[in-house]
Nanobody, 119 residues
Framework: QVQLVESGGGLVQAGGSLRLSCAAS????????MGWFRQAPGKEREFVAA?????NYADSVKDRFTISRDNAKSTVYLQMDSLKAEDTAVYYC???????????????WGQGTQVTVSS
């Protein structure tokens, strides 16, 4: 089981930026595909971005969000630019083994970090 701690959320005006961080435990962090997800009030949790051997983004955040990772620090980041009100959600990170699907989660869903974008 991988322990995950998200941070960096907050309140920002539309058009602004935030950078989220997710610190992970585990000695084999570099072998994981790391992903960001979000859940808005009344909606299901949805995929945002992932980075492993490939990088993928949800269409709704493409060209605005950037996922990066520092394997030496076992940390994954989500740089969010040009934020919109519809980006308001609790953001979570998780991990999976490379070349598997998100049905093979390695971590539990934690408390996440709240991002609120005011319009």
């Amino acid at each position: 089981q991988v322990q995950l701690v998200e941070s960096g959320g907050g309140l920002v005006q539309a058009g602004g930026s935030l950078r989220l961080s997710c610190a992970a435990s585990g000695r084999t962090f570099s072998s994981y595909t790391m992903g960001w997800f979000r859940q808005a009030p009344g909606k299901e949790r949805e995929f945002v971005a992932a980075r492993g051997s490939n990088t993928n983004y949800a269409d709704s955040v493409k060209d605005r969000f950037t996922i990066s990772r520092d394997n030496a620090k076992s940390t994954v980041y989500l740089q969010m630019d040009s934020l919109k009100a519809e980006d308001t959600a609790v953001y979570y990170c998780n991990a999976r083994p490379e070349y598997t699907s998100w049905s093979r989660l390695l971590g539990s869903w934690g408390q996440g970090t709240q991002v609120t974008v005011s319009s």
